[in-house]
DNA sequence: TACTTGAGTGTATCAAGATTCGTCAATTGC
DNA sequence: GCAATTGACGAATCTTGATACACTCAAGTA
């Protein structure tokens, strides 16, 4: 019984004699009358196929006291600390962020829910790419972009895949906005809402949402987006620091005690207003990273999150200063 | 406190980088500043200590059509069939339907829930063994058990602690019956359940069951079982069987059909009777091996099961014959 | 104080698994 | 119908990770 005809058979087969029951690759290729090369190559297989997963669990509590004091002291009702492996290492950072982020939404009980997904945060996006599928649809659950779309085409394209593959992977229906993030006057961003049933709907959605999994951003242009076009440009950026702002959430300014700064750049943004957030406990913000932690207390003061996930050093920083 | 986190924080940081990063353990050591030999060594721990986890999971619908041709063959509403690696080795099955049957529950949503569990069948204590924790705790789930103590002291503890465990990983209370699970006659029968309060609150939540998970039987005595004390004697199996049983779902037998023998076997039994198991959806079996086709055959055949995970093997006999 | 014990670590070595390379068969293109 | 290409495979080889052994250090014990 050599050639076990559907492939993904055979490496799920192969899979468990090595992972389950511990066998020997070698041992496993005499057992099958197969070489030991193909073992290895038949495992690789199945890790790329998802068949294996070899996930790193957050030991519940392993950082129970700074994350305590960091509830207590700005009424968080959770948060996770992850140790970053290099400080400076943002992407590194942000990937570890994601994971963690994956492992403590894939515990929460999602279905039914109307979810907004901010598209182009970069721990958003190595969020979905840990996340595990899950095997409960829900066609009641809604996965709405909070966000038009921002930066150069690539990076929007991006965006789509990652909301549609969230979706996929927490059972839900998708909303997508088909729009820029940032339009040139007010004027334009009422037409172009008006233009798309789509987005219409998803506007809509914002004002149900039960979870809200924002970003977080400085006030400045990070690296893959781009001044201009559908985003901000760099003056209006100045006039937001001008008027105090130190930070954002979802492209609504706030300043250094998280007191939002109203300005016609609002009317301009096509995306989720801080009112709109939802009221309790569905309020999610994965972000970590140096260049962030002003923007994050700020945040954080005015409590527009009430679950923070974040790394170490940020951690400290925030109780400390 | 903190004394035995930070080990653990450190395994933690090592398998993040190893698993996550996919960095080599040289590297990881001279980052570090410790030797390759100690990072191998940690991430050996890690795995000990269940931070890190592969497991194989079972594509969906690999064997749809046996899987669907039993479904509508007798009635169930879910199978699942996993491969055997070798159809004479019953232990290896029972991991196996274990660690598939652990990937179907993590799935399901079971909070709340009054869930059913029988600590002495072979594939539940792999289940236990293999599923990972869930972080929902619920007060309001309840873990009982469905049958006493079975079997020689040694196993009956190791009931005890799979049941905990099983709770525990659930996220929700255990309720044990402290009391043998076959008694010398229906008045220490009686006796028994009146002694201990724990085990009069287990039965009274026997009436209220959402889920059971139940373990199939044959109609002799198994490797860790003995007979007499607190399990059938070999001539109250003989008898069963001259009354027509192949089988039994929790000590309760059936014959081939599934049609339940009664007899004055049924007033021995602490545990929860064929009427007592959830209405619908709620009915699960692992079982598999041949020793156990006819048993497993006569509890589809009554209807006794709706959930029904097992060997390939089986499963093509239950749809041949 | 001196001795014993045991856990934890690094070095050197060994085994296990990944990779390279040549072969062969199936498929594609001319 | 015949190269050419692609992909799968196994044997040999190389790399990576596990382990045996020796050493250190701390804590207990005579």
Redesign the interface.
């Known amino acids: 019984m050599a050639a076990d005809s559907?492939p993904?058979?055979f490496m799920?087969?192969v899979?468990?004699?090595y992972?389950?029951?511990g066998i020997r690759q070698i041992e496993i290729a005499a057992n099958l009358g197969i070489s030991q090369a193909r073992v290895s190559r038949l495992l690789q297989a199945?890790e790329q196929a998802?068949?294996?997963?070899?996930?790193?669990?957050?030991?519940?509590g392993?950082?129970?006291?700074i994350e305590e004091d960091l509830q207590g002291r700005y009424g968080l009702s959770q948060v996770h600390v992850v140790?970053a492996?290099d400080p400076n290492d943002e992407a590194?950072i942000n990937?570890?962020l994601g994971?963690a982020a994956a492992l403590?939404l894939s515990?929460?009980?999602l279905?039914g829910k109307t979810i907004g997904f901010t598209s182009w945060s970069r721990s958003l996006r190595s969020l979905v790419a840990t996340l595990e599928p899950?095997?409960?649809k829900s066609d009641a659950t809604r996965i709405v972009e909070m966000l038009g779309d921002v930066g150069p085409p690539q990076l929007q394209h991006d965006s789509t895949r990652s909301t549609q593959r969230f979706a996929d992977l927490i059972g839900g229906t998708p909303l997508f906005i088909r729009a820029p993030g940032v339009l040139s006057s007010a004027e334009v961003r009422e037409a172009m809402i008006s233009y798309d049933a789509h987005t219409r709907e998803a506007i809509a959605a914002l004002d149900e949402l039960d979870v809200a999994l924002v970003g977080i951003g400085t006030c400045s242009i990070d690296a893959p987006l781009e001044p201009g076009g559908n985003f901000f440009t760099v003056e209006q950026f100045e006039m937001a620091k001008s008027l105090g702002a130190v930070g954002q959430i979802n492209l609504r300014f706030i300043d250094a005690e998280g007191i939002p700064i109203e300005s016609e750049l609002d009317s301009l943004v096509i995306g989720v207003t801080l009112a709109q957030l939802p009221a309790k406990g569905g309020r999610f913000a994965v972000a970590g990273g140096r260049s962030k932690y002003e923007a994050v207390r700020a945040a954080l003061r005015g409590h527009w999150i009430d679950t923070l996930i974040t790394d170490m050093e940020t951690a400290e920083r925030l109780l400390r200063e």
């Open positions: 559907e993904r058979r799920t087969k899979a468990r004699m992972y389950t029951h199945a998802k068949i294996v997963r070899t996930i790193v669990v957050i030991p519940e392993l950082h129970a006291e140790e492996l590194g990937r570890d994971e403590i515990a929460m009980q279905s899950s095997k409960k």
